[in-house]
């Protein structure tokens, strides 16, 4: 896309019927990520740096999720309609020099950058003043409908709470998808003429149809079809409808790139996760954020694994929970297993069932392999911890640390009182509380005597 050209994003929306209270509408999550977020990757490869957008309901929450975007963020006060939105941007748009802006709904995550690219094409190719994508929708439901006249022109665009069927006749098939190219030049004067005169008393970007033809304009619809990617989400049911269509294609194509999904309407994979040919996922699972799965490793169903690496030959087994974790090759992981991040496995180390570990590294070989927390700990190569063990990394105020050198053995119901050290081939017995640092090759016991006395009756 040339210079000349911006693109701007509508996301100062409430988003009233997704019944989300402080969260805005773009902000809605699908497979982890906002609905802006798809917004913005739709865009990106065409406009680059020249995407901007309009905040205004829950600005703060957009703006932390995007940080980097935040310089090219429009601020609508008032939420008065999009046709309030684009005037709100306009000076900041035209003072940055450009000729042409793409406006697009921050609610429609489906959309692909092909169909923005289609629309200024053809717009630019016939030189239109105004032209707006549209689709054909087997359930116009709230979107706005699309009047040609006999000639097949288009007439006017008419917001779903204004039309009447006895005034307009009987609702075409034709919806507006909230996708615009607008020459700047050709409607910078007709901005003044925009009205709320409407069953909303909001000012709508559609007027500027009417409006462009009555200045004798071109005014272009590109009709797409029945293209799903272009509809905008307004309710819980198409939140979650657009939420299947995307887990749908993206497991698709995990497969088509020799990624063996068991079970795979029931692998929800986040757009940002990568996984090599040759891993095997079993559903249902949910693998979101910036995931990596490499060749050989294998996640069995019920798991949820976020922002975490997977290295080659992993195991992940049944009902375990990962988050920004490492694992190295070779490891075993669960079942019932929870690393929290900064939980670092080693190669070929093992965490069994109901073991937690966070900010903390289990070495190469290492097990703790039941009814564990390891936090705030590093553990050496071939040590062995002992169910039922803590380390006791948190005083009330501060976090302290757990240090256990290669080849220790850790014997069942050990209490590990941080900040404290167990050196290399040490043994603490079973049912210690360690509370002084354990010497290399030593053997550590705090249990007390065992007493057998007679049975009272």
């Not at 034709?174 to 901005?191: I, K, R, T």
């Not at 990624?259 to 029931?266: D, I, K, S, T």
């Not at 290295?311 to 087994?317: E, H, K, L, T």
């Not at 289990?362 to 062995?384: C, P, R």
């Amino acid at each position: 896309m040339n210079e000349a050209t911006c693109a701007l994003v509508l996301a100062a929306g409430k988003g009233t019927r997704m019944h989300a209270r402080d969260l805005p509408k773009v902000m809605m999550p699908i497979l982890g990520e906002p609905m802006l977020w798809y917004v913005q990757r739709a865009l990106t490869p065409s406009f680059a740096e020249h995407v901007y957008t309009v905040v205004g309901f829950g600005a703060d929450r957009v703006a932390e999720a995007f940080p980097e975007s935040t310089e090219r963020f429009v601020h609508q006060e008032e939420q008065l309609g999009t046709g309030h939105a684009l005037v709100t941007a306009w000076p900041r748009l035209k003072a940055a020099g450009y000729r042409y802006v793409v406006v697009v709904n921050g609610d429609t995550p489906l959309l692909r950058g092909a169909s923005v690219d289609r629309l200024v094409e053809e717009a630019t190719a016939r030189k239109a003043a105004l032209a707006f994508l549209s689709v054909e929708a087997p359930e116009p439901n709230a979107f706005g409908r699309v009047l040609r006249d006999a000639d097949g022109r288009v007439s006017a665009i008419i917001e779903a709470k204004d039309y009447d069927p006895e005034k307009h006749g009987p609702a075409p098939r034709e919806v507006n998808a909230g996708l615009y190219f607008l020459d700047m030049q050709f409607v910078e004067p007709l901005l003044g003429w925009l009205g709320n005169t409407n069953a909303a008393r909001e000012y709508y970007i559609t007027d500027l149809v009417e409006l462009a033809i009555a200045d004798n304009n071109l005014v272009l619809a590109v009709n797409c079809g029945e293209d799903p990617t272009l509809m905008g989400i307004n309710t819980p049911l198409e939140l979650s409808d657009a939420e299947e269509l995307l887990r749908a294609e993206i497991a698709h194509q995990h497969l088509n790139h020799g990624v063996r999904l068991h079970n795979p309407a029931g692998c929800r994979i986040g757009p940002r996760v990568t996984i090599k040919p040759g891993a095997q996922i079993t559903g249902p699972c949910e693998l979101m954020g910036e995931t990596v799965i490499d060749q050989d490793v294998v996640v069995d169903a019920f798991c949820h694994v976020m922002e975490s690496w997977l290295s080659q030959g992993a195991q992940v087994r049944h009902f375990s929970h990962l988050e920004k974790a490492e694992v190295g090759p070779g490891c075993v992981v669960g079942p019932y297993a929870r690393l929290r991040p900064g939980a670092i496995l080693e190669e070929k180390a093992k965490v069994g069932n109901f073991v937690e570990m966070k900010k903390a590294v289990l070495g190469k070989g290492s097990k703790a392999s039941h009814l564990t927390y390891l936090g705030d700990a590093e553990i050496g190569e071939g040590v062995n911890i002992g169910a039922g063990t803590i380390t006791c990394n948190y005083d009330g105020v501060r976090k302290h640390k757990t240090v256990i050198g290669n080849g220790a053995f850790i014997g069942s119901n050990t209490a590990l009182v941080a900040p404290v050290t167990v050196g290399a081939g040490a043994l603490v017995g079973a049912g210690s509380t360690i509370t002084k640092d354990v010497a290399q090759g030593s053997l550590a016991l705090t249990r007390a005597e065992q007493r057998q006395l007679p049975r009272r009756k």
